[in-house]
């Protein structure tokens, strides 16, 4: 006889993400960024917007991405230095 386990969905962590790909968008306008942070806005709203892209996709898909969190964290990671 097998035993059933339960393993939590791993969807929220893509949730979690597309979450953080809005507010990644928006924060420049939200924080009120002055003129002179152009790249800095240019940056976070490209990242927001690949980060909305790629979770859109994996949570249409309903496929487990473990590498999309591991990349989008490790982008954040680099594109803040």
Known sequence: MAIATFSPPKQWEDWANLVLGIW???SPWVLQSTGDEMIMTQNAVLV?????VTETVALASRMARPSSPVCSRTWLA???H
């Open 48 to 52: 927001g917007f690949l980060l909305i």
């Open 78 to 80: 680099i594109s803040a």
């Open 24 to 26: 990644l968008c928006v």
